[in-house]
């Protein structure tokens, strides 16, 4: 049964720390997908990228966040430096027709 | 821009009851419409999907008609089940489902026995 894993699954740290979260798609596919989820702003799209390339970050502040593809099965969201604000659960999906979506990290900042 | 707009929760029934969660869109050209399933704790999953206009998807006794002239893809479902309780979101993708998703805020929804 393939699915996407995301880790880690919580993670609590304080203002101005760095955040790793790591996704590691369906084998096969050719599309990650990062997405955030708060209460306030419901489900943001981040970022995308197609056979490892950016193909739309937009949706992220790219002064502390990068999101990169070092190779087909691993996918990186960082965030440097962290804010409270950034506390959300942030989501990883893959796909290929459709998208299947990971279990999340629940992200908070203190 | 694209936009999809869903029926503010919480929605609380009984089992058995009839469900009808309201989704409508805003979306330059036909857009795919799309209805996701997040249950407690866990990731979105696919509930059903249409890709043209009239088109119904349909899964595990959910169903949702695509309107053209009305801009909607409503969810219901006949007779509910507490197994049912969940967010349930509304999305749209002009490019496909492979590409890059708009979803509405999401419809909580509880059910009991």
């Known amino acids: 049964d393939a699915r996407v894993t995301q880790t880690p699954r919580h993670k609590v740290t304080e203002m101005g720390q760095e955040v790793t979260m790591r996704c590691q798609p369906i084998?096969?596919?050719?599309?990650v997908f990062w997405y955030r989820q708060t209460m306030m702003q419901g489900l943001e799209l981040l970022a995308y990228f197609r056979n490892r390339a950016p193909l739309d970050d937009s949706g992220m502040p790219k002064d502390r966040f990068s999101a990169e593809m070092p190779d087909a099965t691993l996918a990186t969201l960082k965030i440097q430096p962290s804010e409270p604000r950034d506390s959300a659960v942030y989501f990883c999906?893959?796909?290929?027709?459709?998208?299947?979506f990971g279990p999340g990290t629940r992200l908070t900042v203190l | 821009g694209d936009s999809v707009t869903q029926m503010e929760g919480p929605v609380t029934l009984s089992e058995e009851a009839f469900l009808t969660i309201n989704c409508t869109y805003t979306?330059?050209?036909?857009?795919?419409l799309f209805w996701y399933v997040q249950y407690p704790g866990e990731g979105l999953q696919l509930l059903l999907k249409a890709t043209k206009a009239d088109d119904k998807g349909s899964n595990k006794g959910f169903e949702a008609t695509y309107r053209k002239e009305t801009t909607s893809f409503h969810l219901e479902k006949g007779s509910v089940q507490v197994s049912d309780s969940a967010v349930y979101f509304c999305?749209?993708?002009?490019?496909?489902?492979?590409?890059?998703?708009?979803f509405g805020k999401g419809t909580k929804l509880t059910v009991n026995p």
């Open positions: 979306a330059t050209g036909y857009p795919s």
């Open positions: 084998l096969g596919h050719n599309t």
């Open positions: 999906a893959s796909g290929l027709v459709e998208q299947f």
């Open positions: 999305a749209l993708s002009t490019q496909g489902g492979s590409e890059k998703l708009v």
